[in-house]
């Protein structure tokens, strides 16, 4: 009887996840509709899973390795081995999504060091390829609507078939996908999904993951129904109300010719309507699509703002006879926004300096399958620190992270994953457009990221012309960047929107590189993609590279970085560049510079591998936030170093700071601007002590003891 409370406990929470999981997949049902026309069902739930083989058909469930009949795209509906609907796989292990098996998998040596010496890869066949499947049933009554699966990001070369039916193949570990299931479907039965992943190649040089790591949906609407991604909402503010230009992209995929009524309307944040347009007449030829558009006009609209994100929901209802049998929610904000070529950012007319981070998506132990939830509680640790702005390094993000920024009001550089102008690489760029164009957080597209092999050159000013054209013609109404490390003045820095400066000792090699670009393009925006790269350990205040310690004190930059305060520093005194994204908000695995194996992570966040944040979260903290902060440093545990000098530091934003070491002072020192304060003390055991003054007056004290 004992452990009574604690069993109570368990079940308690067991059934609070429980519950909120239904909660989850009834509330994105009423997000994307709630007319009986169309459903989003989350289908993360009761998949099986295995390690196929990269390798040896014989061990990736081919039932003839010798190839003798017909393969698993020959024939429709005839796939073989595990993509086959009577598959047994009741020995395979049963898991929820989103999963990472390459977290799951042991370290080893012959592993890629980017990639955090996970045991996948080439190296590793036994390991690089997991099979997913799922049962699910289909009402009889469905039949006659459209229905389709939606993976919102697999890694990577995902193969997927519905009851021995191929559906296509998507190399993308990093963008969205989806298949039409309406005709492959057993409607008043059970219906199999299968997906194989493979692994074996890296995308990029960081950790990855593998496997079906975000969310999947079962999407149902009527055969006449708006697109996937089918709205765009754009905003322009009047003196005293906005005009609200609202696109729908409407899909018949019926056999038969049909006429259609469209009315759009808007929501305030109280689910109150503040606009209603005319009824628009659309007449579709079978399988056809066609687009409408209206201006509706919100008075005294309460904008998007860092501080207020407020945001207003378009509802598309599409009528047929007089019935609704569509109805398509998009919430979105009011808002402008402005690129100065002297003046930086500008928001809803006010400058905004930008002072944001970079960050990929892995996170501790769940890797790269983020729970939603731990996707906002990053966003709140990033803006408690005072950070406005997140660049998604180096691929589209998972869309609950821009959610969260939309409801937390941080700024996006919304980040594309290839670089290049044939269908594999535009196409991936098409869909991080069109997916995200309507939150309000994302102010900026970067195309992409250090191509060193073009930036400088004629052919880097060729391709990202076309790309941005590209992007252009998706949405006109934001510009785009793309992070360029070297070439200042040649190849994509001639042709992009906004450019990018990646680390401003790049510029020539010099701390005015920025400088001569902007006098050589002074009608040319810009923006820090990515700089500093500081790196540190938490809580550690002596190096010890043995064990791959680094101290947290602002002094540790790898070859082409600089530390925290001169980075900030210099963009700070620079009004004509937007602000700066720091490299990185978090330690992410992988990427562990400076060091090889056995370290399998890097250290340049500002904050740990878990969220907890290191020393340079307060510098930041007392240069971007707007109140007030003191923190002391390092800790004041020395035996064995009595008597001996100990660098003391101290981030703040107070006009002065006075240090104490059990009572006696040891000197009260001015703090300059974007700056830190240091003392060398004699460690004596006992209580260190710091008092913050502004305006003469004692307003914060910290202390180690």
Same mark, same amino acid.
């Given at each position: 009887?004992?452990?009574?409370?604690?069993?109570?406990?368990?079940?308690?929470?067991?059934?609070?996840?429980?519950?909120?999981?239904?909660?989850?997949?009834?509330?994105?049902?009423?997000?994307?509709?709630?007319?009986?026309?169309?459903?989003?069902?989350?289908?993360?739930?009761?998949?099986?899973?295995?390690?196929?083989?990269?390798?040896?058909?014989?061990?990736?469930?081919?039932?003839?390795?010798?190839?003798?009949?017909?393969?698993?795209?020959?024939?429709?509906?005839?796939?073989?081995?595990?993509?086959?609907?009577?598959?047994?796989?009741?020995?395979?292990?049963?898991?929820?999504?989103?999963? #990472?098996?390459? !977290?799951? @998998?042991?370290?080893?040596?012959? %592993?890629?060091? /980017?990639? $955090? *010496?996970?045991?996948? &890869?080439?190296?590793?066949?036994?390991?690089?390829?997991?099979?997913?499947?799922?049962?699910?049933?289909?009402?009889?009554?469905?039949?006659?609507?459209?229905?389709?699966?939606?993976?919102?990001?697999?890694?990577? #070369?995902?193969? !997927?078939? @519905?009851?021995?039916?191929?559906? %296509?193949?998507? /190399?993308? $570990? *990093?963008?969205?996908? &989806?298949?039409?299931?309406?005709?492959?479907?057993?409607?008043?039965?059970?219906?199999?999904?299968?997906?194989?992943?493979?692994?074996?190649?890296?995308?990029?040089?960081?950790?990855?993951?593998?496997?079906?790591?975000?969310?999947?949906?079962?999407?149902?609407?009527?055969?006449?129904?708006?697109?996937?991604? $089918?709205?765009?909402?754009?905003?322009?503010?009047?003196?005293?109300?906005?005009?609200?230009?609202?696109?729908?992209?409407?899909?018949?995929?019926?056999?038969?010719?049909?006429?259609?009524?469209?009315?759009?309307?808007?929501?305030?944040?109280?689910?109150?309507?503040?606009?209603?347009?005319?009824?628009?007449?659309?007449?579709?030829?079978? $399988?056809?699509?066609?687009?409408?558009?209206?201006?509706?006009?919100?008075?005294?609209?309460?904008?998007?703002?860092?501080?207020?994100?407020?945001?207003?929901?378009?509802?598309?209802?599409?009528?047929?006879?007089?019935?609704?049998?569509?109805?398509?929610?998009?919430?979105?904000?009011?808002?402008?926004?402005?690129?100065?070529?002297?003046?930086?950012?500008?928001?809803?007319?006010?400058?905004?300096?930008?002072?944001?981070?970079?960050?990929?998506?892995?996170?501790?132990?769940?890797?790269?399958?983020?729970?939603?939830?731990?996707?906002?509680?990053?966003?709140?640790?990033?803006?408690?620190?005072?950070?406005?702005?997140?660049?998604?390094?180096?691929?589209?993000?998972?869309?609950?992270?821009?959610?969260?920024?939309?409801?937390?009001?941080?700024?996006?550089?919304?980040?594309?994953?290839?670089?290049?102008?044939?269908?594999?690489?535009?196409?991936?760029?098409?869909?991080?457009?069109?997916?995200?164009?309507?939150?309000?957080?994302?102010?900026?597209?970067?195309?992409?990221?250090?191509?060193?092999?073009?930036?400088?050159?004629?052919?880097?000013?060729?391709?990202?012309?076309?790309?941005?054209?590209?992007?252009?013609?998706?949405?006109?109404?934001?510009?785009?960047?793309?992070?360029?490390?070297?070439?200042?003045?040649?190849?994509?820095?001639?042709?992009?929107?906004?450019?990018?400066?990646?680390?401003?000792?790049?510029?020539?090699?010099?701390?005015?590189?920025?400088?001569?670009?902007?006098?050589?393009?002074?009608?040319?925006?810009?923006?820090?993609?990515?700089?500093?790269?500081?790196?540190?350990?938490?809580?550690?205040?002596?190096?010890?590279?043995?064990?791959?310690?680094?101290?947290?004190?602002?002094?540790?930059?790898?070859?082409?970085?600089?530390?925290?305060?001169?980075?900030?520093?210099?963009?700070?005194?620079?009004?004509?560049?937007?602000?700066?994204?720091?490299?990185?908000?978090?330690?992410?695995?992988?990427?562990?510079?400076?060091?090889?194996?056995?370290?399998?992570?890097?250290?340049?966040?500002?904050?740990?591998?878990?969220?907890?944040?290191?020393?340079?979260?307060?510098?930041?903290?007392?240069?971007?936030?707007?109140?007030?902060?003191?923190?002391?440093?390092?800790?004041?545990?020395?035996?064995?170093?009595?008597?001996?000098?100990?660098?003391?530091?101290?981030?703040?934003?107070?006009?002065?700071?006075?240090?104490?070491?059990?009572?006696?002072?040891?000197?009260?020192?001015?703090?300059?601007?974007?700056?830190?304060?240091?003392?060398?003390?004699?460690?004596?055991?006992?209580?260190?002590?710091?008092?913050?003054?502004?305006?003469?007056?004692?307003?914060?004290?910290?202390?180690?003891?």
């Amino acid at each position: 009887m004992k452990n009574q409370p604690l069993k109570i406990l368990v079940c308690a929470a067991i059934a609070i996840l429980v519950s909120a999981n239904q909660e989850l997949t009834l509330a994105q049902i009423s997000q994307s509709g709630g007319s009986p026309g169309r459903e989003r069902l989350l289908m993360d739930f009761g998949w099986r899973f295995a390690f196929g083989h990269a390798t040896d058909p014989a061990r990736d469930f081919d039932p003839d390795p010798a190839g003798s009949t017909f393969s698993y795209f020959a024939k429709a509906g005839t796939a073989a081995g595990a993509a086959t609907a009577d598959f047994d796989d009741r020995g395979w292990r049963t898991l929820d999504l989103p999963h #990472d098996w390459a !977290v799951e @998998v042991p370290f080893s040596n012959r %592993g890629s060091g /980017s990639h $955090g *010496y996970k045991a996948i &890869g080439k190296n590793f066949p036994e390991t690089s390829v997991g099979w997913y499947r799922k049962t699910f049933s289909i009402p009889a009554a469905d039949l006659g609507r459209h229905i389709t699966i939606e993976f919102d990001g697999v890694f990577r #070369d995902s193969q !997927v078939w @519905v009851n021995g039916f191929y559906l %296509g193949r998507e /190399s993308s $570990g *990093y963008s969205g996908f &989806g298949y039409d299931l309406t005709d492959y479907l057993n409607y008043g039965g059970n219906n199999t999904i299968a997906v194989r992943v493979d692994a074996s190649l890296e995308e990029g040089w960081f950790y990855e993951g593998a496997g079906i790591y975000r969310h999947v949906w079962l999407g149902k609407t009527a055969r006449l129904h708006v697109a996937k991604w $089918g709205t765009f909402v754009s905003t322009e503010l009047k003196d005293s109300s906005a005009d609200v230009t609202a696109r729908v992209m409407v899909n018949n995929d019926s056999a038969k010719d049909v006429s259609c009524e469209i009315e759009q309307s808007i929501l305030n944040a109280d689910g109150q309507p503040v606009a209603g347009g005319e009824i628009k007449t659309l007449a579709l030829k079978a $399988g056809a699509s066609s687009e409408s558009s209206v201006v509706l006009n919100v008075p005294s609209p309460k904008l998007w703002s860092c501080e207020t994100p407020v945001r207003y929901k378009l509802v598309t209802s599409v009528r047929q006879g007089g019935s609704e049998v569509d109805r398509y929610e998009t919430p979105f904000g009011i808002r402008a926004i402005r690129w100065d070529a002297n003046e930086g950012f500008f928001l809803n007319g006010r400058r905004v300096e930008l002072k944001g981070v970079c960050d990929h998506q892995d996170h501790a132990g769940v890797g790269v399958a983020v729970p939603d939830e731990l996707n906002a509680f990053r966003v709140e640790q990033l803006k408690k620190m005072g950070c406005n702005a997140i660049r998604t390094s180096h691929n589209p993000p998972t869309p609950e992270l821009l959610d969260a920024c939309d409801r937390l009001g941080i700024l996006v550089m919304d980040e594309n994953r290839e670089y290049g102008i044939n269908p594999q690489e535009l196409g991936q760029l098409e869909r991080l457009i069109l997916r995200d164009r309507n939150h309000p957080c994302v102010v900026i597209w970067s195309i992409g990221n250090e191509e060193w092999s073009i930036e400088g050159n004629e052919k880097g000013t060729r391709i990202t012309q076309t790309m941005q054209t590209f992007a252009h013609v998706l949405d006109p109404t934001r510009l785009c960047t793309v992070a360029i490390s070297g070439g200042w003045g040649n190849g994509s820095s001639i042709s992009i929107d906004v450019m990018g400066f990646n680390y401003f000792t790049h510029g020539d090699g010099a701390e005015t590189g920025n400088d001569r670009y902007h006098a050589r393009f002074p009608d040319k925006p810009s923006v820090a993609t990515e700089d500093a790269s500081t790196f540190s350990t938490r809580g550690i205040y002596v190096q010890d590279r043995d064990h791959q310690h680094l101290s947290a004190y602002d002094t540790n930059k790898p070859d082409w970085g600089i530390t925290a305060e001169e980075s900030w520093t210099h963009y700070a005194a620079r009004p004509y560049v937007a602000g700066l994204f720091q490299w990185t908000g978090f330690d992410y695995r992988g990427e562990e510079t400076p060091f090889y194996w056995p370290a399998i992570s890097s250290q340049f966040g500002i904050l740990d591998l878990c969220g907890f944040p290191k020393d340079n979260f307060y510098y930041y903290q007392a240069w971007w936030s707007d109140h007030p902060v003191l923190h002391l440093l390092p800790h004041w545990n020395w035996p064995g170093r009595e008597g001996q000098d100990i660098d003391v530091w101290v981030h703040s934003n107070c006009q002065e700071v006075e240090l104490f070491l059990n009572g006696q002072s040891q000197g009260r020192k001015t703090m300059t601007k974007n700056s830190h304060l240091e003392w060398k003390v004699k460690y004596a055991s006992g209580i260190l002590l710091a008092r913050g003054y502004t305006g003469g007056k004692e307003i914060l004290t910290d202390k180690v003891e």
